[in-house]
């Protein structure tokens, strides 16, 4: 059973930075991809970006393409998430999540099964 923590979030202004992390435990077997989401309210979650746990390939939405980056620190167990240069409409609840995919398929929600709380980003 995979459990997900983030942890991270909080309230910054325009331009500046926040580093998610999501520190995972328990068997991943069955998942080779850890994506991070957003999710405005009443809206559905929306990809931006993933890294495959093997190997290291990213993928990212184009609406934070060159602001964020995800990375991984396998020995720790945790994905972070860079955010530089936030926006306004950066403010959302980030979750992140594990599944199994490959290609630009990664961001999409269908793929993952296992997720985390969330935790609120704020940009003001």
């Known amino acids: 059973h995979v459990q997900l923590v983030e942890s991270g979030g909080g309230s910054v202004q325009a331009g500046g930075s926040l580093t998610l992390s999501c520190e995972h435990s328990g068997s991943i077997d069955g998942t080779n991809c850890i994506g991070w989401f957003r999710q405005y309210p009443g809206k559905e979650r929306e990809g931006v970006a993933a890294?495959?746990?093997?190997?290291?390939?990213?993928y990212y939405d184009d609406s934070v393409t060159g602001r964020f980056t995800i990375s991984q620190d396998n020995a720790k167990k945790t994905t972070y998430l860079q955010m530089d240069h936030l926006r306004t409409d950066d403010t959302a609840i980030y979750y992140c999540?594990?599944?199994?995919?490959?290609?630009?398929?990664?961001?999409?929600?269908?793929?993952?099964?296992?997720w985390g709380q969330g935790t609120q980003v704020t940009v003001s």
């Open positions: 890294i495959v746990t093997l190997g290291g390939t990213t």
């Open positions: 999540a594990a599944g199994w995919s490959y290609g630009v398929g990664t961001l999409l929600r269908r793929h993952y099964d296992y």
